[in-house]
């Protein structure tokens, strides 16, 4: 239940208090003094679209707070713990901030949520009606949703299913509709990838091969140099036969060692160096070893480097091409050939999706059929609950019924030996068709009712919905609007009664209507013009019978306005 709102800079009201209770109450008030703000107040405060417009002129923010008494355990109490609000004994704290500049947040017991959360809590807790509802009636969408709302499980099982199906169908569409019209550009891409990997399995390259041809190709080009360099330094170190004279570092470093071995047992310290000295001695010998083998198997073939230059030329072929090095190019090569099992399995997907999207379609249809029926019975019991509701509305000779049809589209889905146009909510278009009186003709009611008509019919789905799926509050705006005489009276009653089992808080300029009410607020201007926190205030007593009068007559004063307006409430009272 909606314990209270404070409303700051919103419109013309400047800092005002709407305290509700339980019941029925009705707010009232003269032409623009500002009752349709408590309507969009409540409207930003459970997510609505905040419009800047909205902000009082020369305030930098528009302020909506308010008090929500949540059902205990219920999903909206589940729903805002997710979010990380606290209850506040039992009830929930809103808050919804819009700046001049177009910023808006949101609040919700102490903490800052994303706007759409409040949206969310909207649908489980307050159920606002107003004008712009009533032209959403007229819209077949909004019908469908109607009577899928009324049937409950019996159409939204199906419906899910249905709904699954719809988008695997509409991705495996895509996916052929992605397959067929690109298939110039996948044979395109098959034979270019085709042509570099016959081009490269040509050369055979092997990993790392470009690096190795890269370090053997510096040696060939500088083999003599090599070789002349490794002949010197063989001969330094372990001599020249053909010098034998010549002093080698091999010979030196023998006889160093031989002189301290001579004398190493009379000093440890020189037996070390001698054994370091032999160290050395064994080293260099090796050293030599492998410089002598350097030398002879140096290959200074020109043949071979013309070999070497030839392979190398071939893989810098591939590397402009495929690669910055041949690991590049064979990681390429292993892509390329996953791509191409792709692109050559295309005939082999085409025919599998085909399959399966005519499959699905079959399954469409069936699940569609199942849908229709389910419309089609929930459709009777709907109609039949509102038309009743209706003759409590002084429209007791109305008839409201559901015409349901399809679309004949080649392209469509086949149902009951037809193929019919389908969307992502079935086959289904639903139109709510009204015969105001015996004689006439079903009509849509977009073409058919009056604007009193069309309150009647939006305040009868309303209260057949309250019996069905009920929410704890509901907000109607206007819902009175071209109604009068015999038939306000009766839509006062109406709300009284489904105030019995929910919060019903009507924002009205009848008299009729407000009578009935429990509780009847009143909103008026000071003389600058703005709704202060003294604008909104319970009347009771004389006052409400004075505002009655008003209502009634455009005068407070009036005698025959106040026996009038005495004997709304009289018949009010006496019928609760």
């Known amino acids: 239940m909606l314990e209270e709102m404070r409303i700051r800079s919103l419109g013309v009201i400047d800092d005002a208090v709407v305290e509700l209770s339980p019941g029925f109450t009705a707010v009232t008030g003269e032409t623009g003094a500002g009752k349709t703000m408590v309507v969009t107040s409540l409207g930003l405060l459970l997510g609505g679209r905040a419009d800047p417009a909205l902000v009082r002129i020369g305030a930098k923010s528009a302020v909506v707070e308010g008090r929500i008494t949540v059902p205990p355990g219920g999903t909206a109490v589940v729903r805002a713990e997710e979010a990380g609000a606290e209850l506040d004994d039992g009830a929930l704290l809103f808050s919804r901030t819009v700046s001049a500049e177009g910023r808006s947040r949101a609040h919700l017991g102490g903490r800052s949520v994303p706007v759409g959360v409040l949206a969310e809590l909207a649908d489980e807790l307050v159920a606002v009606h107003g004008q712009t509802d009533q032209q959403g009636l007229l819209k077949l969408s909004r019908q469908r949703q109607a009577l899928d709302r009324y049937a409950g499980d019996a159409v939204a099982v199906p419906l899910t299913k249905y709904a699954g199906a719809y988008r695997r169908l509409r991705a495996i569409s895509a996916e052929l509709d992605e397959?067929?019209?690109?298939?110039?550009?996948?044979?395109?891409?098959?034979?270019?990838?085709?042509?570099?990997?016959?081009?490269?399995a040509a050369v055979e390259p092997r990993a790392g091969e470009d690096t190795e041809l890269a370090a053997e190709a510096e040696r060939l080009g500088h083999a003599e140099a090599l070789a002349s360099a490794a002949t010197v330094a063989h001969a330094a170190l372990a001599g020249n036969p053909e010098d034998p004279e010549g002093i080698d570092a091999a010979t030196l470093v023998a006889g160093a060692h031989r002189a301290l071995e001579a004398v190493r047992s009379h000093d440890s310290a020189l037996a070390t160096l001698s054994g370091r000295i032999g160290e050395i001695a064994i080293l260099l010998g090796d050293v030599a070893g492998e410089l002598a083998g350097y030398a002879d198997d140096l290959d200074a073939d020109p043949l071979r480097l013309a070999a070497v230059e030839e392979r190398r030329a071939a893989l810098t072929q591939l590397t402009r091409k495929y690669g910055?090095?041949?690991?590049?190019?064979?990681?390429?090569?292993?892509?390329?050939?996953?791509?191409?099992?792709?692109?050559?399995?295309?005939?082999?997907?085409?025919?599998?999706?085909?399959?399966?999207?005519?499959?699905?379609?079959?399954?469409?249809?069936?699940?569609?059929?199942?849908?229709?029926?389910?419309?089609?019975?929930?459709?009777?019991?709907?109609?039949?609950?509102?038309?009743?509701?209706?003759?409590?509305?002084?429209?007791?000779?109305?008839?409201?019924?559901?015409?349901?049809?399809?679309?004949?589209?080649?392209?469509?889905?086949?149902?009951?030996?037809?193929?019919?146009?389908?969307?992502?909510?079935?086959?289904?278009?639903?139109?709510?068709?009204?015969?105001?009186?015996?004689?006439?003709?079903?009509?849509?009611?977009?073409?058919g009712a009056s604007g009193g008509e069309l309150s009647r019919v939006m305040l009868a789905v309303e209260v057949v919905f309250a019996g069905t799926d009920p929410v704890p509050t509901y907000l109607f705006d206007e819902v009175d609007a071209g109604v009068g005489g015999k038939a306000a009276v009766e839509i006062g009653r109406r709300l009284a009664r489904l105030a019995k089992t929910a919060?019903?808080?009507?924002?009205?300029?009848l008299p009729q209507v407000a009578a009935f009410a429990d509780r009847q607020l009143l909103v008026e201007k000071t003389n600058d013009g703005s709704v202060t926190r003294s604008g909104v205030k319970v009347l009771e007593g004389e006052e409400r019978i004075r505002e009655l009068s008003r209502m009634l007559a455009g005068q407070e004063d009036s005698e025959t306005a106040r026996a009038h307006a005495e004997e709304l409430l009289a018949t009010a009272r006496a019928d609760g």
Request: zero cysteines; aromatic letters at 4%.
């Open 179 to 200: 397959i067929t019209t690109r298939a110039r550009e996948r044979a395109q891409e098959a034979d270019l990838l085709r042509f570099g990997l016959e081009e490269i």
């Open 324 to 447: 910055t090095d041949i690991d590049a190019v064979l990681g390429w090569a292993e892509q390329g050939a996953a791509r191409l099992t792709e692109l050559d399995g295309d005939d082999d997907r085409l025919g599998e999706l085909t399959a399966e999207r005519d499959a699905l379609r079959a399954e469409l249809g069936g699940l569609a059929q199942a849908l229709t029926d389910a419309r089609a019975e929930a459709a009777e019991r709907f109609a039949a609950a509102v038309t009743a509701e209706l003759a409590s509305l002084a429209m007791p000779h109305a008839r409201v019924s559901f015409e349901i049809r399809q679309t004949d589209d080649p392209e469509g889905v086949e149902v009951g030996g037809r193929t019919v146009a389908y969307g992502s909510a079935g086959v289904d278009e639903v139109e709510l068709l009204l015969a105001p009186h015996p004689g006439a003709p079903p009509r849509p009611i977009a073409k």
């Open 503 to 509: 919060q019903v808080v009507v924002v009205t300029h």
